[in-house]
């Protein structure tokens, strides 16, 4: 018999101080709603990574387009940023696109 071998990953948010666990073996990421980060959801990264998440907020008019707002403040906000010694992702709240019926 073969044994099966679950991987495991752990994950911290280097704002909030957050662990987590998960058994994935593909590629994957692990995000939290983070009350470090106006209670938006927020990537994790591995235990071992030294890594700044940071909120950016959207620095353009809206003119009504429907997007995230932090919670707090009611600001829109543009992107999650995650950087790393060796690069930077980014998530991104895309403003949500909206019809009129006649």
């Known amino acids: ?9 752990r994950w911290y948010c280097p704002n909030c101080g957050k662990q987590d666990v998960s058994y994935e073996a593909r590629p994957h990421s692990r995000f939290h709603i983070c009350p470090k980060l106006r209670h938006l959801s ?3 990264v591995p235990l071992d990574t030294k890594a700044k998440v940071e909120l950016r907020e959207r620095e353009d008019y809206t003119n009504g387009d429907v997007v995230a707002l932090d919670p707090e403040r009611r600001r829109p906000v543009m992107s999650i940023i995650t950087t790393r010694d060796n690069g930077q992702d980014v998530a ?4 949500t696109a909206t019809a009129k019926g006649a």
């Open 1 to 9: 018999m073969i044994p099966t071998l679950t991987p495991v990953n």
């Open 42 to 44: 927020a990537p994790m």
């Open 92 to 95: 991104v709240f895309a403003p």
